[in-house]
């Protein structure tokens, strides 16, 4: 008996969901957020120049660890300005993903 109980407590719907405009200071935090993803985006496009130019000053000197390094720099630059930018809709994916959950 109580297992079913324990089962039947797991399985309560607490009936929290997302609310606009819930607690004041929204508009604030989304600036903020906002903010902070441009200057990650920045800071992504200085990695890349910096990681490419590494990348360059590798492969035409014979460095090659300088040059596997700016080829590592290059990628995850390019990777993190990826997410950055696709942050949105990510997040919005698996959002709605997961008020599917039942």
């Known amino acids: ?5 324990h089962a039947q407590h797991l399985a309560y719907n607490p009936g929290v969901t997302p609310k606009q405009g819930g607690l004041p200071g929204l508009d604030v ?3 903020v957020m906002g903010s902070l993803n441009l200057f990650g985006i920045i800071a992504a496009v200085g990695a ?3 990681s490419a130019a590494v990348w360059a000053w590798g492969h035409h000197s014979g460095g090659h660890q300088a040059e596997a390094n700016g080829k590592k720099g ?3 630059a390019a990777g993190c300005a990826l997410l950055m930018g696709a ?3 990510i997040v ?3 959002s709605s993903m ?3 959950v039942h």
């Open 98 to 100: 997961g008020t599917q």
């Open 48 to 50: 890349l120049v910096i």
């Open 74 to 76: 290059t990628a995850i």
């Open 87 to 89: 942050a949105n809709g």
């Open 29 to 31: 935090l989304k600036n």
């Open 1 to 5: 008996m109580k297992l079913i109980e």
């Open 92 to 94: 919005a994916f698996f």
